[in-house]
Nanobody, 124 residues
Framework: QLQLVESGGGLVQTGGSLRLSCVASGGTLGSYAIGWFRQAPGKEREGLSCISSFGGNTKYVDSVKGRFTISRDNAKNTIYLQMNLLKPEDTAVYFC?????????????????WGQGTQVTVSS
């Protein structure tokens, strides 16, 4: 059973940066496409970015395009989300998720494994 653990969240000022990490265990990360999602209070979970199993294909939602970068290091079983130029509206719990297919997907129903999330708070 694949397990995912996110880290790197915290409190940052507007315009600041954070790098989230998602470490996988119980499986070979290179067999999974990965997505990053977030859920703000009172809102539905939304997809932010995804990356194919070998990293050759990435996708971003318009609200984070140009500010967030997804990457992966399969040798370290770790996926990253570099977040720059953060805004108060980026405040949310951030989740990584995995699907046992090579292709990236932006729909949360396509993902089988989820981490517990890490809180990101951006102060104005």
């Amino acid at each position: 059973q694949l397990q995912l653990v996110e880290s790197g969240g915290g409190l940052v000022q507007t315009g600041g940066s954070l790098r989230l990490s998602c470490v996988a265990s119980g499986g070979t990360l290179g067999s999974y496409a990965i997505g990053w999602f977030r859920q703000a209070p009172g809102k539905e979970r939304e997809g932010l970015s995804c990356i194919s199993s070998f990293g050759g294909n990435t996708k971003y939602v318009d609200s984070v395009k140009g500010r967030f970068t997804i990457s992966r290091d399969n040798a370290k079983n770790t996926i990253y989300l570099q977040m720059n130029l953060l805004k108060p509206e980026d405040t949310a719990v951030y989740f990584c998720a995995a699907r046992p297919w090579p292709s990236a997907a932006q729909i949360q129903d396509d993902y089988d494994y989820w981490g517990q999330g890490t809180q990101v708070t951006v102060s104005s």
